[in-house]
C-alpha cells in the first residue's frame, strides 16, 4: 500500500509512504521436513518488542547503510507491506506497538506507535 501523507509540522512537504520492513526465512530442519522461518526485525518498546516499519525501502537502505545491521549478505530482504499484510504481522507475532525511524542520519528520531493506531493511520490515509 502506498499512502500519501502531509507533514505539516516539519516542511510542509508530501511524501510516500510505503511502509517496509526487513526480515529473513531461516530455514529449519524439523525431523525429515524443513521448514522456513520468518525472522523480523524489532526492537524493544518498554518490556514488549516492537516492529520496525520504515517510511519507504530507500530509508530501510539507509539504516543498513549507517547500521551495518540487517544485511543483504545476511539474508535480510526489504519487503513493502500493504495494510492487510501489516495487520497480519501485528496478529500472528502478537506485536502491539511500531517503531518508526526518521530518516538515517538525520535527528535519529524513532516515532512509536501502537499498532492500532499506526493501522488506523494507514487506513485513513489517502491512497496513491
Not at 24 to 46: D, F, K, N, P
Not at 63 to 89: D, P
Request: avoid cysteine.
Amino acid at each position: 500500500m502506498n499512502a500519501t501523507a502531509e507533514n505539516t509540522e516539519s516542511s510542509g512537504e508530501e511524501f510516500i509512504l510505503t511502509p517496509t520492513v526487513l526480515l529473513r526465512l531461516i530455514e529449519a530442519r524439523v525431523g525429515e521436513y524443513t521448514e522456513e522461518r520468518v525472522e523480523l526485525v524489532t526492537a524493544g518498546s518498554g518490556t514488549e518488542e516492537a516492529l520496525i516499519v520504515f517510511r519507504n525501502p530507500e530509508e530501510a537502505e539507509k539504516f543498513r547503510k549507517t547500521t551495518g545491521k540487517y544485511s543483504a549478505a545476511e539474508g535480510f530482504r526489504r519487503i513493502g507491506m500493504g495494510l492487510e499484510a501489516i495487520k497480519a504481522v501485528f496478529e500472528k507475532w502478537g506485536l502491539r506497538y511500531v517503531h518508526m525511524p526518521e530518516a538515517w542520519g538525520e535527528s535519529g528520531v524513532v516515532d512509536t506507535f501502537e499498532a492500532d493506531s499506526f493501522v488506523r493511520m494507514l487506513e485513513e490515509s489517502p491512497r496513491v
